[in-house]
């Protein structure tokens, strides 16, 4: 079986619990904190995907880095424990949170940009959104310098792009027909 239809099990199963204990919402923060963290700190990933370090060391650590979190996610933490998963908790804790948004009809926009995004772009791109999508929306963006300026906007399999990398790639065809 694969990392990720394990993780979206094990994140399904941790929603299930967050859900009938009333705490998804709080669920889903520290799942943001769980994998925002790995994703930044090198150690921290490099220490959980570690098969030679023991799981209870792995276990005791991510409950010191994680003192703040939730009991539904110190569960999580002692059930990779038992089943010596740790080298998934990243993907747990992004599916987690995917599935977590689709429940509560939040749908994730990736805006590719150039440059970071100002509010000015901003308000463009929710401006564009409104015309794909009435569910709410929140935003990621990606930069990426290749695009020269404009933005391309995702959600779901929609794609709009506005990208002078884009129009410049229109021009080009047009001029050597």
Same mark, same amino acid.
Do not use: C, W
């Given at each position: ?20 204990? &009333? ?15 790995? @994703? ?13 370090? @023991? ?42 949170? !995917? ?5 509560? &009809? ?17 308000? @463009? ?10 569910? !709410?929306?929140?935003?990621?963006? =990606?930069?990426?310098?290749?695009? =020269? ?5 995702? =959600? &779901?399999? @929609? ?19």
């Amino acid at each position: 079986m694969s990392s990720t239809r394990t993780a979206i099990r094990y994140a399904k199963a941790i929603l299930d619990i967050a859900s009938s204990k &009333g705490l998804a919402t709080e669920v889903s923060q520290d799942m943001f904190l769980v994998s925002s963290t790995i @994703k930044t700190n090198g150690e921290l990933s490099t220490f959980i995907q570690n098969p030679t370090v @023991k799981v209870e060391v792995k276990e005791n650590a991510l409950l010191e880095v994680f003192t703040e979190t939730n009991s539904v996610t110190k569960s999580l933490f002692h059930l990779l424990f038992e089943n010596k998963r740790f080298e998934i908790l990243s993907e747990i804790a992004t599916e987690y949170n !995917k599935l977590f948004d689709e429940m509560n &009809g939040v749908e994730v926009a990736k805006v590719t940009t150039a440059i970071p995004m100002d509010a000015d772009l901003e308000a @463009k791109v929710k401006a564009k959104i409104a015309t794909f999508s009435n569910k !709410k929306v929140t935003i990621e963006n =990606i930069v990426d310098a290749s695009i =020269i300026g404009g933005f391309i906007l995702r =959600i &779901g399999d @929609k794609q709009y792009n506005a990208s002078v990398a884009n129009r410049l790639q229109v021009l080009k065809r047009e001029l050597s027909n």
